[in-house]
């Protein structure tokens, strides 16, 4: 069974910073994409960033910069460091793991950033 385990919201300042963590079970994670995608209320989900198994890393235009994407395929998790937060960062956060190939995508259950003073 694959599980897919966020940590690391909560409430922020603007200007602050959150790290976020990814711990995956029941997958063969090294051979995964995964990713970091958050949600509004009313909106679609949308990518924030994206590494590969080789490391290769992908980034919205909104969060270049800031934001860091790193795993390690050792301990099976993932991490999304964010800084210099904005109020438009507000968001819940889900972490997903891809493997295009065979069209197999695992989604974990979301957790809330909220950037407000």
């Known amino acids: 069974q694959v599980q897919l385990v966020e940590s690391g919201g909560g409430l922020v300042q603007p200007g602050g910073s959150l790290r976020l963590s990814c711990a995956a079970s029941?997958?063969?994670?090294?051979?995964?994409?995964m990713g970091w995608y958050r949600q509004t209320s009313g909106n679609q989900r949308e990518l924030v960033a994206l590494?590969?198994?080789?490391?290769?890393?992908t980034y919205a235009d909104s969060v270049k910069g800031r934001f860091t994407i790193s795993r390690d395929n050792a301990k099976n998790t993932m991490s999304l460091q964010m800084n210099s937060l904005k109020p438009e960062d507000t968001a819940v956060y889900y972490c997903?793991?891809?493997?295009?190939?065979?069209?197999?995508?695992?989604w974990g259950q979301g957790t809330q950033v909220t950037v407000s003073s």
């Open positions: 997903n793991a891809n493997l295009r190939a065979f069209s197999i995508n695992y």
């Open positions: 029941g997958l063969t994670f090294n051979v995964y994409a």
């Open positions: 590494i590969n198994p080789g490391g290769t890393t």
